[in-house]
């Protein structure tokens, strides 16, 4: 089992920038790949970008870039950088991470974009 906190959102206005972390309770170097996904109100959860075991970084065409993923494997942290955003950005943001079969998720943390 792992457990991941994230942290990080909050209220912006356009145009500004947050960023989220996630704290992971297994050691980083030991999963597949990390990444965060995206829900909406009366949406469906969305991909929005993910860091391979190897270092390769993949983002959905919408936050390609204005987002930008990383890690610390020394922390056991994943982070996410958003820049420049937008109203349609507004939606609670999820890690994830992959350790073979199993998928884990976070408990969510809220981004507003709004003046």
Not at 44 to 67: L, N, P, W
């Amino acid at each position: 089992q792992v457990q991941l906190v994230e942290s990080g959102g909050g209220l912006v206005q356009p145009g500004g920038s947050l960023r989220l972390s996630c704290a992971t309770s297994m050691s980083s170097d030991r999963l597949n790949a990390m990444g965060w996904y995206r829900q909406a109100p009366g949406t469906q959860r969305e991909f929005v970008a993910v860091i391979a075991s190897g270092g390769t970084k993949h983002y959905s065409d919408s936050v390609k870039g204005r987002f930008t993923i990383s890690r610390d494997n020394a922390k056991n942290e994943l982070y996410l950088q958003m820049n420049s955003l937008k109203p349609e950005d507004t939606a609670v943001y999820y890690c994830n991470v992959v350790r073979g079969a199993m998928s884990y998720w976070g408990q969510g943390t809220q981004v507003t974009v709004s003046s």
